[in-house]
């Protein structure tokens, strides 16, 4: 396990703009199951060696440990799709504090894009983070409702009522519209 992952080489292959070597080394340490100190340049590298989709965990990782640093990365990218999620997400739907806002995007981007839930399912959870544990949440409601077990359905569901009311209510209506 690496102790001091500041000496390690993958910071300079980030600096440096080397994005698959900086990749391979940071993807390389062995953190011991602590969270990543350089989640920032990773989620870097890995957006520009395998684009959006493979760089959505550590995106939503991102969120949760450092929402200002996820908050400046996303403009940066000039990434069309992802620059329209912002905005959209931009918008006074959730009932959260301004400052801890970036924090609950990846648990609202499974409400509008449902299809993201594998991939953010690769997120490492933080359980001291509401806004990672109901991401997780909402990962495990979405699979229910392909199982067909209404019973922990609702239990999962009152469950991210409790989490997240503006979740649970901006879920919820994305159920009675396609149940009309």
């Avoid at 520009?48 to 959505?56: K, N, V």
């Avoid at 001291?128 to 409702?145: F, K, M, V």
Wanted: aromatic share 8%; net charge positive.
């Amino acid at each position: 396990m690496v102790r001091e992952p500041e000496s390690h080489a993958a910071p300079l292959r980030l600096l440096a703009g080397e994005w698959a070597a900086a990749r391979d080394a940071v993807e390389a340490i062995d953190y011991g199951g602590a969270s990543r100190p350089c989640t920032h340049g990773i989620t870097e590298a890995r957006y520009r060696t395998g684009g959006l989709d493979a760089a959505w965990p550590l995106l939503a990782e991102l969120a949760w440990l450092a929402p200002a640093r996820f908050a400046a990365l996303l403009p940066i990218r000039g990434d069309a799709s992802l620059d329209a999620l912002r905005r959209r997400f931009a918008t006074p739907i959730f009932r959260v504090p301004e400052r801890s806002t970036n924090t609950w995007l990846p648990a609202w981007l499974l409400v509008v894009k449902p299809a993201l839930a594998a991939r953010l399912r690769e997120a490492r959870v933080q359980r001291d983070q509401a806004a990672s544990r109901a991401t997780a949440l909402l990962g495990g409601i979405l699979r229910w409702e392909h199982e067909g077990d209404q019973h922990e359905l609702v239990g999962l569901r009152q469950h991210l009522s409790r989490l997240h009311a503006g979740l649970f209510d901006a879920y919820m209506a994305t159920r009675e519209a396609r149940h009309r």
